[in-house]
């Protein structure tokens, strides 16, 4: 484990999939799923860790790119989740310390999980009072597709469900999913349904669905917050990404074993700023294609009051 702090935050960064393992403010945990140091992946295996090389599903582990089909190797059914079963968040990560900056490295080969190019990404944490900021950026050998994100679940009470949280989205449309979470392909408005956030409001159910945000891509914006009513903690996330991903952990359960103790459903909220799942996939969702030259980058930052 690797120690960021300032004068009210204590961060715990694992290798295992670069995570934020532990996030402790003004004296409280607030960052869960992580297993022990030890036995990391015993919790949620994404809990904090960086994802890719494409977060989210895709449909039928497979895309068109440049006039070919790409084949990947599936982990959900015929369907692939989060890079694969050994994608980012199960493979260990070099590190370098800079001060109250810790940077991971880690070298994806041309093929892995079935992605073609060599891809090279760094993820970049600083810790500066009450900010933690994550800089993820990529570089390719041949034309790939690149979707990273930190899959950190929260909760600002430091226990019992998230449900009762406050959250506000600044995103005025959602992705529209099937009954198996894959994106059916469309853009919607979320005026008069479930999925506005628009305004603060009380979390109240469960939900795994990804909010178009407000603002351009590439430009750092606020994406996100999250309240706890009853103490007024707050955390608001900032991203340059166009997408926020929320899931309120529902597939938790006591046999999952998280540092703090067995984990159970609804316990935190799961904040993934990134693009949308299943892009590759869809010719008017924005585009996870990055070619040699470019440089693919997502900040993003957590801001505690």
């Not at 869960?32 to 494409?54: K, L, N, T």
């Not at 891809?119 to 390719?140: H, I, V």
């Not at 178009?212 to 608001?236: C, F, N, T, Y």
């Amino acid at each position: 484990m690797m120690e960021l702090r300032s004068d009210s935050i204590r961060v715990l960064l694992h290798p295992q999939g670069a995570r934020i393992a532990s996030c402790v403010v003004d004296g409280l945990e607030t960052a869960f799923g992580a297993g022990p140091a030890e036995r990391i992946m015993a919790g949620d295996i994404f809990a904090g860790a960086v994802c890719g090389r494409h977060a989210g599903r895709i449909t039928n582990a497979q895309f068109p790119l440049d006039g070919a089909v790409v084949k990947l190797r599936a982990n959900v059914g015929p369907h692939q989740l989060h890079g694969g079963d050994i994608g980012f968040h199960a493979r260990r990560w070099d590190y370098l310390r800079d001060g109250n900056r810790i940077t991971f490295s880690l070298m994806s080969n041309d093929g892995d999980e079935g992605f073609p190019g060599q891809l090279e990404a760094t993820a970049a944490y600083e810790l500066q009072g009450t900010e933690l900021s994550l800089t993820l950026e990529a570089r390719c050998t041949r034309p790939t597709v690149v979707n990273l994100t930190n899959h950190g679940y929260w909760n600002l009470a430091g226990s019992g469900s998230v449900l009762g949280h406050e959250l506000m989205m600044p995103g005025g449309h959602v992705f529209p999913l099937n009954d198996l979470l894959l994106p059916l392909g469309e853009i919607c408005d979320v005026t008069g349904t479930r999925w506005d956030f628009r305004q603060p409001r009380v979390i109240g159910e469960d939900y795994d669905n990804c909010i178009l945000l407000d603002g351009v891509r590439g430009e750092m914006k606020h994406g996100l917050m999250l309240r706890d009513p009853a103490s007024g903690r707050q955390l608001d996330v900032w991203t340059s990404e166009n997408c926020m991903q929320f899931y309120t952990a529902i597939h938790w359960q006591p046999e999952m074993t998280g540092h703090l103790g067995p984990l159970q459903r609804s316990m935190a909220l799961a904040i993934e700023p990134q693009n949308v799942a299943d892009a590759p996939n869809h010719a008017g969702f924005p585009s996870s294609i990055l070619r040699p030259g470019e440089i693919y980058r997502n900040r993003m930052a957590w801001r505690f009051s």
